[in-house]
């Protein structure tokens, strides 16, 4: 991935930039901040790539609609110009050989929105999957296998399986998309698995039910009792190691119902910038103090285990 | 309560600038600063105490062995003047009028640390707990009700519930004090009562083995889906609202294994103080912020309803 790196970053810092002047309407006389600035994103760039890297990064995209509002753009507009965003965090975890990154991009709470929004938003993310689709689309560029997690609706999750299937035997990296996705409707979702499974262990030895309520109440049989690991395996998320970072944008400081299982020791960085602002200098800011944390952390990890 | 914030107030600043003064040797030098200082306090007391309160308020206690090693005490002594601060965050939610206070002691990974320390946390709690049943302490002065939450081991279990027993008619405060505890446990635990439940109901109908086996299939059998509500029910803050603030001190974005099921929406606010140095100043901080995203977490939770 280093050879590739330099010409990627480059044409990152275009991107953005041209975003940045263009879209927003900053002039030239702030190019000498913009360059300083990449200048000293560069720095942090350098220093990162030879720091330890999160093997899993996990993103709370907020912020879309306000960043909407504050730029008088309508609301859906607010959720057309997330992409770039994506792009920028996407590369950089790329670029860094992050293997897992997760986006939380729609709740289930969020379906209690008005419903034209809720729509839009649909139709966009339909949009999206077909581009995962395309063959030169970033995915298949980077090798970026593609999965989601949450109850998506039928004509989604249709879409879905098919940019899952399209993208199975890509190996770069792996983007888990949380769709309809919420932490308690998963832990939820994972107990009900648990108890069938313990239900069919049960059912299928035959017993009758007398002796299966005996079993029932001998709460230490290790048949009987849901251990975490049977929660674990029937999370959304099996399969996947829990998230080093978990970065929420826009500076709210809650988790929103978003990976509450998976996120009990990582680290949480918050960034006050909202998610379309979110470029590449915020992604290296948070890894940077990542990796600041990063040897406290597995001490603390090493005594639980 | 409003009578008494004067006196309570009054000797709770006495009790931390005696401590720092005396304990940290602060000298006469610093009185101008400690002034200046309470003098804030009381400012921002006043404007806190007319805005919005938050109804339940959790703390994760961070940092005691952290403070030793900075004052250069013995680790065990940070655990030891932990009780200070927890009395000047329970003043101050007792006179705003918060109703729920749980705060975060001593978790289940805790027990992975040297057995030493792990039996001297323990006598700790349990003099603690013997110092609750005392007539004339701060939990009967205060009308506070003592609850514990987590896998307690036998001896401590014991005098919990006797603790626990001799506070129950008390109806100002709740304090709930984890021990023992994490919220992967705890979600495990609720996934096991939810679905020895379903046990119930399933094999208390005496249906044949076989017409189990097709319910448990039939997932959208009323009785048969383990729901949120299920595993709320079987929770150890069961009939506990959620808490409206958490507060983690030292630092750290973490939530270390506390409470991921009750603070998917609440207000998480990081204090850099370490527990034991965590004062009515930095409790009114919390507050003050908290009150600033009330009205936008307001809107949020209205949304989703």
């Known amino acids: ?26 002039g030239l006389l702030s190019r000498l901040y913009a360059e300083t600035r990449d200048f000293l994103c560069k ?23 306000r960043f909407a509002r504050k730029h008088h753009l309508k609301e859906v507009d607010g959720h ?36 034209d929004e809720v729509q839009f938003l649909m139709d ?3 949009e999206k999957i077909e581009n ?12 970026i296998r593609v999965t989601f997690l949450g109850n998506l609706e039928p004509n989604i999750r249709e879409a879905a399986e098919r940019a899952m299937n399209a993208t199975a ?20 979702r994972a107990a009900q698995g648990a108890c069938t499974e313990r239900f069919k262990i049960r059912l299928g030895s035959n017993l009758t039910s007398g002796a299966i309520m005996e079993n029932v109440h001998k ?51 918050i960034s006050n910038a909202l998610w379309p602002e979110f470029a590449l200098r915020h992604m290296l800011w948070a890894v940077l103090k990542y990796q600041r944390v990063k040897p406290y952390l597995e001490k603390k990890n090493k005594k639980m285990v």
């Open 43 to 65: 720095c942090i760039w350098n220093v990162v790539i030879f720091g330890p890297k999160p093997k899993h990064v996990a993103v709370i995209m907020d912020g879309n609609r």
């Open 219 to 269: 709460r230490d049989g290790e048949n009987n009792v849901i251990k975490v690991s049977d929660l674990e395996r029937h999370m959304f998320t099996a399969g996947c190691p829990e998230p080093d970072l978990l970065i929420r944008t826009s500076g709210e400081t809650r988790l929103s119902n978003y990976l509450l299982w998976q996120s009990s020791h990582c680290y949480l960085h």
């Open 80 to 115: 057309k110009i997330v992409l770039l965003s994506l792009m920028s965090t996407l590369t950089c975890c790329y670029e860094m050989g992050v293997k897992y990154v997760t986006i939380c991009a729609f709740s289930i709470d969020n379906f209690k929105r008005r419903s």
């Open 132 to 143: 995962i689709l395309k063959e030169e689309s970033i995915v298949n560029r980077y090798g």
């Open 169 to 188: 035997k890509n190996d770069n990296v792996v983007l888990s998309i949380c769709v309809a996705y919420s932490s308690t409707n998963e832990i939820t």
């Open 1 to 26: 991935m280093g050879s590739l790196g330099g010409s990627l970053l480059s044409s990152l810092y275009a991107e953005t930039q041209g975003f940045e002047k263009g879209s927003l309407g900053l």
């Open 124 to 126: 966009l993310l339909y």
